[in-house]
């Protein structure tokens, strides 16, 4: 049973903080790139920040380039996002995703940032 159980989201004002975390089990974690995606009704998912196996490469979306980081603890089963200097646009439902090639993507149930004064 694979399962991406995500945490840390929440109310927070603009230019404040969050740290997002998932957990991962059912899986071998250190094969699988992990990555962030966000979601506000009615527009698409989008990418927000990915990690590889180890750590060595992280891509982000402009948009959050230099606010957000990305990083995975295989030790944990977990990968997080920091998040600085929010902005009210970064309020979305964040998503957790396990992928490699050839395999299914997994996802998690999301959680909901919202950044509001």
């Known amino acids: 049973q694979v399962q991406l159980v995500e945490s840390g989201g929440g109310l927070v004002q603009p230019g404040g903080s969050l740290r997002l975390s998932c957990v991962v089990s059912g899986l071998a974690f250190s094969s699988y790139v992990m990555s962030w995606h966000r979601q506000v009704p009615g527009k698409e998912r989008e990418l927000v920040a990915s990690?590889?196996?180890?750590?060595?490469?992280?891509n982000y979306a402009d948009s959050v380039k230099g606010r957000f980081t990305v990083s995975r603890d295989n030790a944990k089963n977990s990968v997080y996002l920091q998040m600085n200097s929010l902005k009210p646009e970064d309020t979305a439902v964040y998503y957790c995703?396990?992928?490699?090639?050839?395999?299914?993507?997994?996802w998690g149930q999301g959680t909901q940032v919202t950044v509001s004064s």
């Open positions: 995703k396990a992928n490699r090639m050839g395999s299914y993507d997994y």
């Open positions: 990690i590889t196996r180890f750590g060595g490469t992280t």
